[in-house]
């Protein structure tokens, strides 16, 4: 569902201007109005979805080509030395904008000042993982 207050509707309907870098009938990309990295991109779905969990798999699709394209064109032309792709779901995750969007960070050297740092917590050393893969396998 389209929502009037949603900024990246007004955006896929140029209602509010961004800079954008692509657009076709169902995808736009712009550049983050608040740059973690020079060339910070996000890309969406022109159509209203909440967030990735939220979106039919064809657009899905669509905006992940977009997004890998974006993430050449960053490596070679911007000489980032590495991307990451990331998309938050809902606000326990991050998620401050509620239209689903894929970020494309460029990253240039360690020291860029985004982190995303995947730590093993030790307190978990103790779970038993097949029920877990098991629970989940259930419901797939
Ligand atoms: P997230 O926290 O994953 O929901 O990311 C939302 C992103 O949207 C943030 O990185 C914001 O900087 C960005 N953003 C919010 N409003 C605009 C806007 N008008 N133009 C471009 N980027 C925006
Ligand atoms: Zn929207």
Same mark, same amino acid.
């Given at each position: 569902m389209a929502t009037n207050n949603c900024i990246f509707c007004k955006i896929a309907n140029h209602i509010i201007p961004s800079n954008i870098i692509y657009e076709d009938d169902d995808v736009i990309a712009f550049l983050d109005a608040s740059q973690v990295t020079v060339g910070h991109t996000l890309v969406i779905p022109k159509k209203h979805y909440e967030n990735f969990l939220a979106t039919p798999h064809y657009l899905i699709s669509k905006v992940m080509i977009v997004a890998q394209r974006i993430g050449q064109i960053l490596i070679k032309d911007f000489k980032a030395k590495g991307i990451n792709i990331l998309t938050n779901c809902y606000e326990a995750a991050?998620? /401050?904008?509620m239209h689903f969007h894929v970020h494309v960070i460029p990253r240039y050297i360690s020291s860029d000042g985004f982190r995303l740092e995947f730590m093993e917590?030790?307190? %978990? /050393?103790? %779970?038993n993982l097949p029920a877990i893969a098991n629970q989940i396998k259930d419901k797939i």
């Open positions: 991050g998620q /401050s904008v917590n030790q307190e %978990l /050393s103790n %779970l």
